[in-house]
């Protein structure tokens, strides 16, 4: 990424924030498959949302608008408070209790409620696993993730 698109970046968050009238500091961290924008701000709790669905929308928006002001298609992931990176790490937790739970009782369970990302974090803990696999299965906001024992 070159330095004009990291400006562009930054400055298109920064903007977003201040119409929000949410202050704070922002980082702009490139990876190879994504963007990572971290906010350092004492409203966390309002950027976050219940259960993180300000954050999602937040993270959609900043995609779209930055996407579109680049010509071309960015994955933006906004970090805000190690929100997401704490949440990750429950996931692994409920991803290695679920499979110690079909382990056990030799039968599928179910994990509802889970976001795209969420999701997406279960089947990477799971998918090299000897014992279960992880499926998602359902359409929009029914889609499930079954973890079951392999055949």
């Given at each position: 990424?070159?330095?004009?698109?990291?400006?562009?970046?930054?400055?298109?968050?920064?903007?977003?924030?201040?119409?929000?009238?949410?202050?704070?500091?922002?980082?702009?961290?490139?990876?190879?498959?994504?963007?990572?924008?971290?906010?350092?701000?004492?409203?966390?709790?309002?950027?976050?949302?219940?259960?993180?669905?300000?954050?999602?929308?937040?993270?959609?928006?900043?995609?779209?608008?930055?996407?579109?002001?680049?010509?071309?298609?960015?994955?933006?992931?906004?970090e805000v408070g190690d929100y997401k990176k704490n949440r990750e790490e429950w996931l692994?937790?409920?991803?290695?209790?679920?499979?110690?739970?079909?382990?056990?009782?030799?039968?599928?369970?179910?994990?509802?409620q889970l976001k795209p990302w969420e999701r997406r974090v279960v089947h990477i803990t799971l998918k090299d696993d000897e014992e279960v696999v992880s499926e998602s299965?359902?359409?929009?906001?029914?889609?499930?993730?079954?973890?079951?024992?392999?055949?």
């Amino acid at each position: 990424m070159s330095k004009k698109e990291e400006k562009i970046i930054k400055d298109t968050t920064e903007e977003l924030f201040k119409l929000l009238e949410i202050e704070g500091g922002i980082k702009v961290v490139p990876n190879e498959e994504f963007i990572d924008i971290v906010l350092d701000t004492k409203d966390s709790g309002i950027v976050i949302g219940r259960h993180g669905d300000i954050l999602e929308s937040l993270q959609l928006i900043l995609s779209m608008v930055i996407s579109r002001k680049l010509g071309k298609f960015l994955r933006i992931l906004l970090e805000v408070g190690d929100y997401k990176k704490n949440r990750e790490e429950w996931l692994k937790s409920i991803a290695k209790d679920a499979k110690d739970q079909v382990v056990k009782e030799g039968r599928e369970i179910t994990l509802l409620q889970l976001k795209p990302w969420e999701r997406r974090v279960v089947h990477i803990t799971l998918k090299d696993d000897e014992e279960v696999v992880s499926e998602s299965v359902g359409e929009g906001r029914d889609r499930v993730l079954i973890v079951r024992p392999k055949s």
